[in-house]
């Protein structure tokens, strides 16, 4: 099977207009996918996608056709007998790494075309990701991961070591997941620009639902954010986990001083408190709010800046992001780490398309890494499923592992039609409403 073209949609969803979606740095986000279709001679096709939110989309669209040259014409069969190599030649290009190298808009278009071929070459095996993932042998997992630059928190050996150990009751957990699925959290109820009755009612409902793990966005005033985290802790009870998220808003002294003042509403992490990229940061606000757990990884770029993290104990949750990495290969690198480290991995999924994206790697982490589900969680956010192929699928509070081959990130033709941007019908009828 040859890739015989790749074609780029700029796509974009109004969120703004509902308010979901909203934190504190990011008031009007309009969710988005720069998508990316590889077409074959005659085999099914891949679908990959990068998160955005809004303007700047066309940006990533621009960056992906920028790596056209080493996509189009190739064998599927060449790619993924070694997906190693192919993921290092992308990540190497030696005029398009002066762009990143490994993370920014480059490493978004990266992730695309990568979660795009992992997606044919699932639907090509007639295999969902997850159980993909989960037959390789411990041998081609390792082989798949560019270990450059992490050797010295966790060499191929290692993960080779790992992986051999969790083979053992494999079979046993994958009928636990399809059985039972895979524990998350409604990030759903708490949107920073929802209203306080609002979130009383969304939080019922969830309760309803079978949630028990919540997530509420803070980085407002003292005042406002104490009167709505406590409000979903009146809501939901005591017996369910309340978790915050700043989105990057504070200083280090600040992050620790606000954290302080909600741990009377029973914290269990706190996530993003500042800048991403602030290791030392993170490990001094960690140290000061244990035992709240500092969370982070949805604007950790690449697999460098997640060992630095580790290395440091500045997190206690480690939050993967399916398309801020480098797609799945280097998703799979910080998998292993955090599992050498004792760390959870909670993948972040706040937009369109990742929960469909991340329920594939933590069944995977649960059944082949560290055959544990205990401390971890999906997110969860309840909009936008509606145009995929293939949506999740929630059962009380639990993601039900897909049976579909692929990688779940296939959006309909007729979304894909109507929500393109600038000419899509909604984005024409929004421009003629103005």
Request: charged share 25%.
């Amino acid at each position: 099977m040859v890739i015989t073209d790749l074609d780029v949609i700029d796509l974009r969803f109004p969120t703004s207009r509902t308010q979901a979606g909203t934190d504190s740095m990011h008031l009007d986000p309009d969710y988005s996918a720069a998508y990316v279709i590889l077409r074959t001679d005659g085999g099914p096709e891949g679908h990959g996608l990068t998160f955005t939110i809004g303007r700047g989309n066309e940006v990533c669209a621009l960056a992906i056709e920028a790596f056209r040259s080493h996509v189009v014409g190739q064998r599927l069969s060449d790619i993924t007998q070694d997906f190693g190599g192919f993921w290092q030649r992308l990540a190497e290009d030696s005029q398009l790494r002066w762009l990143g190298p490994e993370k920014g808009v480059i490493h978004l278009a990266l992730a695309a075309i990568v979660n795009a071929i992992w997606d044919l070459h699932a639907k090509h095996l007639r295999k969902p990701l997850w159980k993909v993932l989960v037959d390789m042998t411990p041998q081609q997992i390792v082989s798949s991961i560019n270990f450059r630059y992490i050797t010295d928190a966790l060499t191929p050996d290692e993960a080779l070591e790992m992986l051999s150990r969790q083979q053992s009751g494999k079979d046993d957990r994958e009928a636990l997941v399809v059985k039972s699925g895979y524990p998350a959290y409604t990030t759903s109820v708490g949107w920073f620009g929802y209203s306080d009755e609002r979130i009383r009612g969304l939080c019922s409902e969830a309760l309803s639902e079978g949630w028990t793990h919540f997530k509420v966005k803070v980085g407002g005033t003292p005042e406002d954010d104490a009167r709505r985290v406590g409000l979903v802790r009146e809501a939901i009870g005591p017996a369910c986990r309340l978790m915050i998220d700043a989105n990057q808003r504070w200083e280090i002294s600040e992050a620790i001083d606000r954290v302080k003042q909600l741990s009377e509403y029973d914290i269990w992490w706190m996530e993003e408190p500042t800048f991403p990229d602030d290791v030392l940061g993170h490990a001094a606000i960690a140290r000061a709010i244990a035992p709240i757990r500092v969370a982070t990884g949805e604007h950790c770029a690449n697999r460098v800046l997640f060992k630095q993290l580790l290395q440091a104990n500045a997190i206690g949750v480690c939050q993967i992001d399916s398309c801020r990495l480098g797609g799945v290969n280097e998703n799979l690198a910080v998998m292993l780490m955090a599992a050498k480290f004792g760390v959870p991995v909670c993948p972040h999924a706040g937009g369109v398309g990742l929960c469909e994206h991340v329920q594939h790697l933590s069944m995977f982490d649960y059944i082949a890494v560290t055959g544990m589900m205990d401390e971890r969680v999906i997110e969860f956010v309840d909009h936008l499923h509606e145009h995929f192929v293939d949506p999740v699928t929630i059962r009380r509070g639990r993601y039900m592992p897909p049976t579909k081959p692929g990688y779940s990130t296939e959006i309909l033709p007729e979304s894909r039609v109507a929500y393109r941007y600038p000419m899509g019908v909604i984005w024409r009828n929004s421009a003629s409403n103005a």
